[in-house]
């Protein structure tokens, strides 16, 4: 008996002694690598290829400085947080020096000095013993790089850490800022007017320093800037002229990218009433590999909401003109669309491809099947009757890449000359010039370079997060290439619901109603009988 007691007891230890060994070498590899399981969809726990892209192409020490306060324990959680986060760049890249520092041990020059540098101490609301209070911490963090220092001055949470983390690396570790035009002078979408500032200021905080913001004007036949990598073209009002079109087009052949953001319609003034809108820019398009479709897109299932005043009421309804582009109907091959969720666009036309040798064309998004095309008259009145047609998917968005054949390869170089003048021009065919045109040669094809289309602007003055994003995808593909696109969709958090037909919607309803009270009567009577029968058979052979 004894022995038996040893050995099972000398088994006990043995066992307990392999799980401690397993346990220490498991701590062991763990210290000297990296591992974490993270099973999300889309692993938004787990730094992106874009991130580790970038440490990836570090050539010197990026130093990383976190300013935290321990105290109370609200900051000390988020401490944690970004501690993980920074623990995950570590292990990606040797070329990252990361500290964190507690300010709480810093005389009041070290304090004065931080200030200096951006980073302030911050009041926030804790709540100790049941009685809020008022606590001074720190929640700073510091990047520098070669000299260059760039700060996130408050992080309050991780929720857009990687996205502000990466882009500052960039920022610092860049050499040249490259610039981004919007054109004016045809009533476009103007970065610099007083009613888009809170657009500017969206893209101010999100370029972080990776690119500059200009207007471009083309006046008096100028042509744009060298120094502009991408143009964007958004929500042009009135014709460009066919100099307009010139100078537009050598920017491409020079290997300029344009983003042609084009409204369909023009509203009339105090109204919902909307006529068709000539933005000269059809044929040009057209030429490059995207027919625009003169038309206005309705979709009867997938749109959004709108706000319409009512009298002295704003109201909220849904709005058929506003389509929805929902997740199976974006491209999952490119990297502006691929990881969208839903996007609302008002207000727009179709596109229709059309196939160039040696171009590269991509549908970007599509309505659904649900989708319809209407032209002429627009009452865009929320309860104004819907035109019928014949329902089928659209694209809405398109990209073009490859060398592109200039449009004005076999003319000659367009003379300066007003919109008015054009006008003019469509009466008596007699061009009016107002100045001569330069003598410089027209570039015949361009450079590999890319070109996106979208059948709307409007989504740009809605400021909805979906559009924002849509939009600065676009223009860090266009600038930066992929670095940044797949770390600001993984903040896209909109999931609607799939659509289900009615007889799916009445199935999972009576389900619920009937079915699981059912599969519980059905379960306890099972029970019930088996009890019954185990009893009977104990009572019948049970005393054998």
Request: charged share 20%; net charge negative.
């Amino acid at each position: 008996m004894v022995n038996k007691r040893i050995k099972y007891g000398g088994n006990t230890l043995a066992f307990v002694g392999i799980i401690l060994g397993i346990l220490v070498l498991i701590n062991f590899l763990s210290t000297r690598r990296f591992i974490r399981a993270d099973l999300t969809e889309d692993k938004r726990y787990t730094i992106s290829q874009a991130t580790k892209n970038v440490l990836d192409t570090l050539d010197d020490i990026v130093t990383i400085t976190a300013y935290f306060s321990t105290n109370p324990a609200e900051v000390a959680q988020i401490r944690r947080d970004i501690r993980d986060v920074l623990d995950e760049y570590n292990a990606f890249s040797k070329k990252l020096q990361i500290d964190f520092v507690n300010p709480a041990d810093f005389d009041e020059g070290q304090k004065q000095e931080l200030r200096f540098k951006g980073i302030p101490e911050v009041q926030i609301n804790v709540v100790k013993k049941d009685k809020a209070e008022i606590a001074n911490v720190y929640m700073g963090i510091s990047i520098g790089y070669s000299g260059k220092e760039e700060i996130l001055p408050v992080v309050r949470s991780t929720s857009n850490l990687e996205y502000e983390l990466t882009s500052t690396i960039l920022k610092v570790t860049t050499k040249e800022a490259k610039t981004v035009g919007f054109l004016t002078g045809h009533g476009e979408f103007d970065i610099n007017a007083q009613n888009h500032q809170q657009f500017r200021q969206l893209l101010d905080k999100n370029a972080q320093g990776q690119y500059n913001l200009t207007s471009v004007s083309l006046q008096d036949g100028k042509a744009v800037d060298d120094t502009v990598a991408t143009l964007v073209v958004a929500g042009v009002q009135q014709p460009l002229t066919e100099r307009d079109k010139y100078e537009l087009d050598q920017f491409i052949m020079r290997g300029g990218r344009v983003i042609f953001l084009v409204d369909p319609i023009q509203m009339q003034p105090g109204t919902l009433q909307a006529t068709p809108l000539i933005t000269g820019l059809n044929d040009l398009l057209e030429y490059y590999g995207v027919k625009l479709g003169n038309n206005l897109l309705l979709d009867r299932r997938f749109h959004d909401s709108a706000r319409f005043q009512q009298g002295f009421m704003t109201v909220i309804q849904p709005y058929p003109y506003f389509v929805k582009i929902v997740k199976q109907n974006f491209s999952t091959e490119h990297s502006i669309t691929n990881q969208l969720e839903v996007l609302t666009l008002p207000w727009t036309s179709s596109l229709e491809i059309v196939s160039k040798e040696g171009i590269t064309a991509t549908s970007l998004a599509k309505t659904g099947e649900s989708g319809q095309s209407v032209q002429g008259y627009y009452n865009l009145m929320p309860n104004a009757p819907i035109p019928s047609a014949e329902s089928q998917a659209y694209t809405v968005a398109a990209t073009l890449e490859g060398k592109f054949k200039s449009f004005y390869a076999d003319k000659e170089i367009p003379p300066v000359s007003t919109a008015a003048d054009e006008t003019s021009t469509a009466d008596d065919q007699t061009p009016v010039p107002v100045q001569d045109t330069e003598a410089r040669p027209t570039k015949t094809e361009s450079e590999q370079t890319q070109i996106v289309v979208v059948g709307t602007a409007q989504f740009l003055t809605q400021l909805r997060p979906d559009g924002v994003n849509f939009f600065l995808n676009t223009v860090d593909w266009l600038t930066l290439g992929d670095a940044l696109i797949g770390i600001r969709s993984q903040t896209i958090t909109d999931r609607p619901l799939r659509e289900v037909s009615e007889i799916e919607k009445n199935f999972i309803k009576y389900l619920c109603i009937v079915g699981v009270p059912l599969l519980v009567i059905i379960f306890g009577l099972l029970r019930y009988f088996l009890k019954r029968r185990a009893k009977r058979f104990v009572e019948t052979y049970g005393t054998v």
